[in-house]
């Protein structure tokens, strides 16, 4: 599960980097993929920082529709 997380975070930003609105989608879906690591592992500490990124790429992700 590491590396999948760690792939499609990756992934999100190069695709962020190279401006397709793509990227924030799989920022966004990644979210389940750190979630479950979040609950399987006990790493509650990174509870805030998934619902934060997962608002930041939902707005990010909205506001790229809108403009493309």
């Known amino acids: 599960m590491d590396w999948i997380t760690g792939?499609?975070?990756v992934l999100a930003m190069e695709l962020v980097g190279r401006k397709y609105w793509q990227g924030?989608?799989?920022?966004?879906?990644n979210q389940v993929f750190w979630l479950w690591?979040?609950?399987d592992r006990h790493l509650w500490g990174?509870?805030?920082?998934t619902a934060i990124l997962t608002w930041?790429?939902?707005?990010a992700l909205i506001r790229w529709r809108r403009e493309a």
């Open 7 to 9: 792939a499609m975070t």
């Open 24 to 29: 924030w989608a799989v920022g966004l879906a």
């Open 37 to 39: 690591l979040v609950v």
């Open 46 to 49: 990174l509870l805030p920082l």
């Open 56 to 59: 930041r790429y939902t707005a």
